[in-house]
C-alpha cells in the first residue's frame, strides 16, 4: 500500500491545511456543493513545466532508488508497471472538479510522458485503475495518517478491508501490475483532491517510494510539490520505456537506465551531478514527528530539532536543511515568534541556493510576510510576497496563491491602498475557494490572515 501522508508540513496554517481533518461528520449531502456567497471558483488551466536541470547521473540513482523500495524502506526485488494500455474508471460520489482534474493529469501522462492512457469506456470493466471517492472519515478510520492511499489487486474499500491483512494487497508480491484502486475523499477541498489524484495516480503506475532528497518532485513527503512536475514525467516516461518490462531486477534495469535517459533527456548528460547523501531514517522519523498530527507540543519541539542537528551533523547545504529550519519555525510560533521568525530567516537562506526550491521559498514568504505585517512593515511584507505570487500560479498551488494574495491585501491596506487591497482581496477568494474548499474554511482563512493587521485588532500569525 502506498498512501499520501497527511502531514499539515508544507502547508500554509494549521486551521485551513487541506491535510487536517474536517471536523464535520461527512455525508451524502456534503458532497453536493452548496450555493455560496462567494465570487466563483477559479482554476488552472495551462500548465508551466520548468524544464528538468538534474544531471542522468542522479536521475539513473533516483530512479533505482524511487522503484526499488516502498516508503517504509523495505526493498523491492523486481521492476512492476502495467504492461497494457491503462484505463481508469471513477466510482462513488465524486464531486465535478475531481472529473476535471482527473482529465487533465491523463492529458499531461499522454502529452509528457507518453502514457497510453486514458478514460475507461462504459461499464464495470477493462479499467486498470479505479478511482474511488469515499468519505474523509473512512480513509481516517482506517489510515489516520494518510490523506489517500491505493492499493493494487482490489477494486472497492470493501474489497481492500477484507483483504488489507493479505499478501493480495502487498506490492512486494506483484510480478506486474494488473489491477489498482486510488481512494480519495469525496468531501474535502478541491485542491487536497486533486493533489491526492497527482500523487497517488504517479505512484499506481510508477515508482512506489518518496525520497526527501528531491526537491522538484511530488515524490516526496515534503508535500511541496503536489501537481506533478517536469521531472516527474520524465521518470514516468523512463518507467515506460520499451527498453523496461516488468520482472526486471534492479541490475537489469540500472544496466539500460543510462542508455534511456540519455535519449529521452539529452541535456542531463552535459550536468555535473550533485551527489546528494542519503536520508536517514532518524531524520525521517524526526520529521515526521515534529509535524505530524498527533506529536504533543514538547514532543513536536524535541523532534524538530532533533531534525536540525541530524541536518547540520549531516553536512547538508541542500534543501532537506531548510526544510528542517522551516520545520522549527512551524513548531515555535505560538510560543516564540522571534525564534520562529530567526527559523525562517534560515530557511530561505538554503532555499535560495537553488531554482529548483523557489516554491519551498513562496511557503517561508508567506511566514515571513505575516510577520512583517504584523510588526506593521507593509512594505517589507510587499517586497517579500511580490516575487512568489508567479510561483503560486505556476504549481497550480491556490491556498498558497490566495493566500500570499489576501497577505498582499493586507499589506496594501496598511499602506493606505485601501481600495487596491480590497480589490486583491476580491481577487483572492476564488483561488481560496479552490484551495481551502467551504465557504466556512474560506473565510477563516480571511479572518485569520486579517488578525495580523494591528489595524484590525492585534498581532496574529499564520
Not at 521518470?235 to 534492479?250: E, H, N, Q, V, W
Not at 536520508?279 to 519541539?301: D, F, K, N, S, Y
Not at 520562529?340 to 526550491?357: G, K, N, V
Amino acid at each position: 500500500m502506498s498512501r499520501r501522508l497527511a502531514l499539515p508540513v508544507a502547508l500554509l496554517l494549521a486551521a485551513c491545511a487541506p491535510a487536517v481533518p474536517v471536523t464535520e461528520t461527512a455525508s451524502r449531502a456534503a458532497l453536493t456543493p452548496e450555493p455560496s456567497s462567494l465570487p466563483a471558483m477559479k482554476g488552472f488551466s495551462a500548465t508551466r513545466v520548468d524544464p528538468v536541470t538534474t544531471s542522468n547521473a542522479d536521475l539513473a540513482r533516483d530512479f533505482l532508488d524511487l522503484t526499488f523500495a516502498l516508503e517504509s524502506g523495505r526493498r523491492l526485488s523486481v521492476f512492476t508497471r502495467f504492461e497494457a494500455p491503462i484505463r481508469v474508471r471513477v466510482e462513488g460520489a465524486a464531486p465535478g472538479t475531481l472529473q476535471r482534474d482527473l482529465d487533465r493529469v491523463l492529458a499531461r501522462m499522454r502529452r509528457e510522458a507518453g502514457l497510453d492512457i486514458a478514460r475507461a469506456g462504459p461499464g464495470l470493466g477493462g479499467a486498470q485503475i479505479t478511482v474511488q471517492a469515499v468519505p474523509r472519515a473512512e480513509i481516517r478510520r482506517h489510515l489516520p495518517q494518510a490523506a489517500c492511499f491505493v492499493v493494487p489487486n482490489v477494486g472497492s474499500l470493501r474489497d481492500y478491508l477484507s483483504v488489507r491483512r493479505s499478501q493480495i494487497v502487498s506490492w512486494s508480491q506483484l510480478a506486474v501490475r494488473k489491477r489498482v484502486t486510488i481512494f480519495v475523499p469525496a468531501d474535502t477541498s478541491p485542491q487536497e483532491v486533486r493533489d491526492c489524484l497527482h500523487e497517488e495516480m504517479a505512484q499506481a503506475i510508477g515508482p512506489l517510494n518518496d525520497l526527501y532528497r528531491l526537491p522538484d518532485s511530488v515524490f516526496n513527503d515534503d508535500n511541496v510539490h503536489t501537481v506533478l512536475t517536469g521531472y516527474d514525467m520524465l521518470i514516468l516516461r523512463a518507467y515506460y520505456d520499451p527498453a523496461l518490462r516488468s520482472g526486471m531486477t534492479r541490475e537489469d534495469v540500472a544496466a539500460r537506465l543510462p542508455g534511456i535517459l540519455a535519449r529521452l533527456n539529452p541535456a542531463g548528460e552535459r550536468v555535473a551531478p550533485a551527489h546528494l547523501t542519503p536520508t536517514p531514517r532518524t531524520w525521517i522519523a524526526a520529521v515526521q514527528a515534529a509535524l505530524g498530527p498527533e506529536t504533543g507540543a514538547e514532543a513536536r519541539r524535541r523532534a524538530g530539532l532533533r531534525a536540525l542537528q541530524i541536518a547540520s551533523a549531516m553536512g547538508w547545504e541542500d534543501h532537506r536543511r531548510g526544510f528542517s529550519h522551516y520545520a522549527m519555525g512551524r513548531i515555535l510560533q505560538a510560543e516564540d515568534p522571534e525564534g520562529a521568525h530567526d527559523a525562517f530567516l534560515q530557511a530561505d537562506r538554503y532555499f535560495a541556493a537553488s531554482p529548483q526550491t523557489r516554491l519551498h521559498r513562496a511557503y517561508v514568504a508567506s511566514q515571513l510576510a505575516a510577520y512583517e505585517i504584523a510588526h506593521n512593515r507593509p512594505d517589507a511584507a510587499l517586497a517579500r510576497l511580490t516575487p512568489h505570487l508567479e510561483t503560486a500560479a505556476q504549481h497550480e498551488n491556490a491556498a498558497l496563491l490566495s493566500t500570499l494574495m489576501l497577505l498582499r491585501a493586507e499589506a496594501l491596506e496598511l499602506e493606505g491602498q485601501v481600495t487596491e487591497g480590497r480589490a486583491v482581496r476580491l481577487d483572492s477568494l476564488g483561488w481560496a475557494r479552490y484551495g481551502f474548499g467551504a465557504d466556512w474554511a474560506v473565510r477563516a482563512k480571511l479572518r485569520e490572515v486579517a488578525a495580523l493587521n494591528p489595524l484590525k485588532g492585534g498581532l496574529g500569525q499564520l
